[in-house]
């Protein structure tokens, strides 16, 4: 604990070896790295960052000027309401002052005067309290969205704004508004990461958790990052000399003597007063936890000890209470949330020894512990001595964990025991949207892996420059000496750590968004095998890097059950408007549940405990949500919409249940289908974003055209390779994604594509097979071209058709269209040797005609000659199916739908029409729907 002297202070080892006589205070080094000056880095971030963040949320979300004059119009209502109940209540004051000392002629006057000047003031009271409260501004309501419900009222435009609500206000922002003022996504990816880290150490050390001497510098550099990214250079460097010190006294502590007191910097009286608050506060939070036996909780502005609280207790601690109160106000609050100003801590430390002694008295095993007391209030300045220990040798990894990981228990369990192997390197790969991150994430976190010596790293490969700076400032912050004097020349402290990595073994890279392109990564890993590595990477590495053979995880698209499982944890479909029964008894209730197949759902009255009336609404209207909830859950409908549509796509599943979460008119599963439907990608991606928790900067939509961006940038290729690969995923996002067959590309003649190699030469479709394979486009297929999940398919239709260069689009589609319909020719007499050829293009023509119904595709498929294709190729392949495959009930739909198309787009053209009559009129005849046939025959004829 710190503690004031004014005595001569111990003898510290400095290069002096001198004494002082000054007041001093005694602290460990990692309470000071914590108490102090991780305390001054998070002020200057907040007395920089917050009045930026509000007045760049204020220039980006304007008010609309007839709210703004309305809010206007109410607030000078209100002040003039408050002038005149103000005005009025000084008339009556001197009205009661002139009644007592009135004659009794003068009082009945008086008395009158001052019921008219109540009744008034009465009235202007019931009008103040009837006007509605003063809208907060549209900027101010934009910050609310991204925080949470309890912060709201905290998030207004005069308070002062502290760490949390200003990285939650950014997150929740940062694609729309503050990514403009940075380089690219790349750098807003790691704007991200940065400021989720800096929450990430505010909240940890405002929440108890034990701080080691790596976790305050990396949360020191993690500021200091945010700031040089948002331009703030003072205020980074001043952190940066935070940093510098505080580097130096770590390194120091690697070498020197326990127990060795150094000298330290001079404290401000009110940094003496919160370095001494913070010790007092964290030496009585121990020293009560071992009397309790119990953690206590900061909660609700006070101090609980959880429901588990030996009953000895509890009458000891509601006797308490106002203590605890004051200690979690006036204490813990002032100094973790940081407050300006200063409480008077003699009064928190005296609540403090109070509640001690109170609780030291009641203790059957007091004997054994000496009761808390209170270090003494410094007066003054103070001067810093440092009580140097080792360093610790493990590290928190600066990532918080995300709660709720479903599904992916296997994978987690076999990263974690290939990583605590020896020169372990471990790949994670899957498509965006898969977890990866999630998952790397929960391994660095798991225990065994913690506790795992020396430096770990966390670097991100999106981008080289990104990379190699976040690589050397690492080494410059955990091991400085490695890159001492070269911070200013890249390649010679790549070099050095690339050594350093080579020559010592207790070290984890955790990296993530690797690619083949991430030449620097490549370059650095130690053919000796030293260290350990985790990647993870849109690509399948390990054909490219075998250091990755036999380790390489892949995360598949989620199972059903376990995408339901997500979808539950989002509270999707557990409406709070349920409706209770009327007339329903408690035991109706229980048999309702059983008579669904729910009855594990039934949540009975507390026993041995009188239910209030309000409590049994409250647990039946908690009960009919979770009967909703369970009903839309288990609908085949939605089973079929997340295996089919969305893929099992752990994001865009998480993005559903944002939706529902977030729209109240979501209420089943049918409005959910139909707003997926309705919406493209981007949009979807945009409503669906969790603005409070999302960590997943870049979605679905970017993340797929970053791949592709990698792909034609990748100089390992040749050009026409990546140009052949570009051209076969376009045409692909046109096509079955798992079921089309090379002979699709086969070049028979029909039409001249000598534009596009792969539809020409057999050998560069191959090869183009191979690029898609070895950038995650694909999974391999024996009877296709690839596989290709189904929301990937979605955004390479979207970043190379539909918001990419028209010729392109006009291009791709043109020959897509000509190679169907000029491939796809069927008629009863055709012979049944050329059927199965036919058979393996089915899924293709179905796949294309499924487009027109897509309304991201319609801007590209809203030709003339596109559109008569369509209605030609559904009745073709529905006589198809018909003819060739005897399945009148497969040909029905797509029959129907060319007749629907008919009818929409061309209702006065009567060949078209005509034409698709007739074939709907033979499947109707060979189903047996004779009646339908005639009918439909007759019109024809008509």
């Not at 750590?497 to 080579?502: E, M, N, P, Q, V």
């Not at 399948?540 to 989620?558: D, K, R, V, W, Y």
């Not at 390992?716 to 990546?722: A, G, K």
Request: charged fraction near 20%.
């Amino acid at each position: 604990m710190g503690c004031i002297s004014s005595k001569n202070a111990k003898k510290y080892d400095d290069d002096t070896h001198t004494q002082e006589i000054v007041p001093s205070m005694e602290i460990t080094l990692i309470d000071f790295l914590a108490g102090h000056m991780l305390r001054t880095a998070l002020f200057k971030f907040e007395d920089v960052m917050g009045p930026w963040v509000k007045a760049t949320m204020q220039q980006h979300v304007p008010d609309d000027p007839t709210n703004l004059a309305e809010a206007v119009a109410l607030d000078e209502q209100r002040s003039d309401l408050t002038n005149q109940q103000n005005e009025l209540s000084i008339r009556r004051e001197t009205l009661q002052a002139r009644l007592k000392s009135a004659v009794s002629e003068d009082r009945s006057e008086l008395h009158q005067q001052l019921q008219t000047v109540q009744s008034a003031w009465t009235e202007v009271k019931q009008q103040l309290a009837a006007l509605p409260p003063t809208p907060p501004p549209a900027w101010i309501e934009e910050c609310h969205a991204g925080v949470g419900r309890t912060m709201k009222p905290f998030v207004t435009a005069d308070t002062r704004w502290d760490t949390h609500v200003i990285v939650s206000v950014m997150r929740a922002n940062l694609r729309e508004i503050f990514a403009q003022y940075l380089e690219d996504h790349f750098h807003a990816k790691e704007l991200l990461g940065g400021i989720i880290r800096v929450s990430a150490a505010r909240t940890r050390r405002a929440h108890r958790e034990a701080l080691v001497e790596a976790d305050v510098l990396d949360a020191l550099l993690a500021i200091q990052t945010v700031l040089e990214q948002c331009k703030f250079v003072e205020a980074a460097n001043f952190v940066s000399q935070l940093l510098a010190d505080a580097k130096g006294w770590v390194e120091r502590a690697r070498t020197i003597r326990v127990g060795t007191i150094i000298q330290g910097p001079s404290l401000s009286a009110s940094d003496a007063a919160a370095q001494t608050a913070y010790t007092a506060i964290s030496s009585w939070e121990k020293w009560v936890e071992t009397i309790v036996g119990q953690d206590l909780i900061y909660k609700d502005g006070t101090i609980t000890f959880g429901q588990d609280l030996d009953p000895q207790w509890v009458d000891v601690i509601k006797g308490l209470h106002s203590h605890l109160k004051a200690v979690a106000v006036q204490g813990r609050h002032w100094y973790f949330h940081h407050i300006p100003g200063r409480p008077d801590l003699d009064e928190t430390f005296d609540r403090m020894k109070r509640i001690a002694s109170t609780l030291h008295a009641s203790c059957a095993h007091s004997r054994t512990i000496d009761v808390w007391s209170p270090p003494s209030t410094p007066t003054g300045p103070a001067r810093a001595h440092l009580v140097m220990s080792p360093p610790a040798t493990r590290m928190t990894p600066p990532i918080p964990r995300v709660a709720g990981i479903v599904g992916r228990d296997t994978e987690i369990a076999q990263a974690v025991q290939l990583l605590l192997q020896p020169k372990a390197r471990v790949l994670i790969h899957g498509l965006p949207g898969m977890g990866k991150d999630v998952v790397m994430a929960e391994i660095a976190h798991h225990p065994s892996v913690q506790e795992l010596d020396g430096i770990q790293m966390w670097l991100q490969a999106s981008s080289e420059p990104i990379f190699r700076r976040q690589l050397i400032q690492h080494f410059a912050t955990h091991r400085p000496r490695v890159v001492k004097g070269l911070e200013n020349n890249t390649n010679k402290a790549v070099a050095a750590i690339k050594r350093w990595l080579s020559n010592n073994r207790s070290w984890v890279m955790f990296v993530e968004d690797a690619s083949l392109t991430s030449e620097t990564l490549w370059n650095i890993l130690p053919r000796n095998g030293s260290g350990r590595v985790v990647v993870t990477s849109q690509a399948p590495l390990q054909t490219q890097h075998p250091i990755f053979m036999g380790s390489a995880i892949h995360l598949e698209a989620l199972g059903t059950d376990h995408c339901i499982e997500l979808l539950r944890q989002f509270g999707a479909f557990a409406s709070s408007t349920a409706v209770l029964p009327t007339d329903e008894s408690e035991e109706a209730l229980r048999v309702r549940c059983e008579a669904m197949g729910m009855a594990h759902l039934y949540i009975p009255p507390t026993p041995h405990r009188s239910e209030t009336a309000k409590a049994r609404k409250a647990r039946w209207l908690r009960l009919e949500a979770r009967l909703t909830q369970e009903t839309e859950l288990s609908r085949p409908e939605l089973s079929s919409f997340l295996k089919n549509v969305v893929g099992n796509l752990p994001l865009t599943v998480a993005l559903c249940g944002n939706m529902i979460r977030a729209d109240p008119s979501i209420r089943n599963v049918s409005d959910l289908i139909q707003l997926f439907e309705t919406h493209n990608v981007e949009d979807l991606d945009s409503v669906g974003r969790d603005r409070i928790h999302d960590r997943h900067y870049f979605g679905l939509l970017l993340s797929t055209k970053i791949n592709v961006e990698r792909l034609q940038s990748d100089g390992s290729l040749p050009e026409r390779d990546r140009t052949a690969a570009v051209t076969l995923l376009a045409a692909m996002s046109m096509l079955d994604r798992a079921l089309t067959p090379a002979l699709f590309f086969e070049n028979h003649g029909d039409v001249s594509l000598e534009e596009y190699e792969i539809f020409t030469n057999s050998a560069a479709l191959q090869r183009a097979q191979q690029v898609c394979l070895r950038y995650g486009f694909f999974q391999p297929s024996q009877v296709s071209v690839g596989i290709m999940h189904q929301q990937v398919q979605r955004c390479l239709r979207g970043a190379l058709l539909t918001s990419a260069d028209a010729s392109l689009a006009k291009s791709m589609t043109s020959v897509v269209t000509k190679r169907l319909t000029s491939r796809f020719r069927f008629s009863d007499t055709m012979p049944p040797s050329h059927w199965p050829e036919l058979r393996q293009l089915a899924p293709c023509v179905e796949a294309w005609c499924d487009l027109f119904e897509d309304p991201e595709m319609s801007g590209v498929l809203a030709g003339s000659a596109a559109r008569e294709s369509c209605i030609e190729m559904l009745n073709l392949i529905s006589y198809f199916y018909v003819i060739a495959d005897g399945d009148a009930s497969a040909a029905l739909p797509l029959s129907q739908r060319a007749m629907g198309h008919c009818r929409s787009w061309y209702p006065a053209n009567e060949v078209l029409s005509h034409n698709s009559m007739e074939y709907l009129a033979s499947t109707y005849s060979n189903l047996g729907r004779h009646q339908d046939a005639l009918k439909l025959k007759t019109e024809v004829l008509a």
